[in-house]
């Protein structure tokens, strides 16, 4: 059984930085693409940010600049670094894992979510 378990989220005043880590575990060939994405209230689910075994990263428009995604495959950890925070960066912060079992079989998990409040 795959899990991933996130942390790092709360409340920060505009301008802030919050660093988020989602860690992996489980049994698995390969883990391939990690990301994040965020779903605020009575918005559909959008990507953040996601970025590949290998490094290639890829970012939503609206946090170029000032998010950073990265990972450490020995640790089976991705971060998600948000500068500069803004009233609109807040929602629920979900974090995803394409996990390889096999040649054949492939499979998405999310964590359970959290919590980014940008408030003054």
């Known amino acids: 059984q795959v899990q991933l378990v996130e942390s790092g989220g709360g409340s920060v005043q505009p301008g802030g930085s919050l660093r988020l880590s989602c860690a992996a575990s489980g049994r698995w060939s390969r883990l391939n693409a990690m990301g994040w994405y965020r779903q605020a209230p009575g918005k559909q689910r959008e990507l953040v940010a996601d970025?590949?075994?290998?490094?290639?990263?890829n970012y939503a428009d609206s946090v170029k600049g000032r998010f950073t995604i990265s990972r450490d495959n020995a640790k089976n950890t991705v971060y998600l670094q948000m500068n500069n925070l803004k009233p609109e960066d807040t929602a629920v912060y979900l974090c995803?894992?394409?996990?390889?079992?096999?040649?054949?079989?492939?499979?998405?998990?999310w964590g359970q979510g959290t919590q980014v409040t940008v408030s003054s």
């Open positions: 970025i590949t075994s290998g490094g290639t990263t």
């Open positions: 995803n894992a394409e996990v390889k079992f096999s040649s054949s079989w492939s499979q998405d998990y």
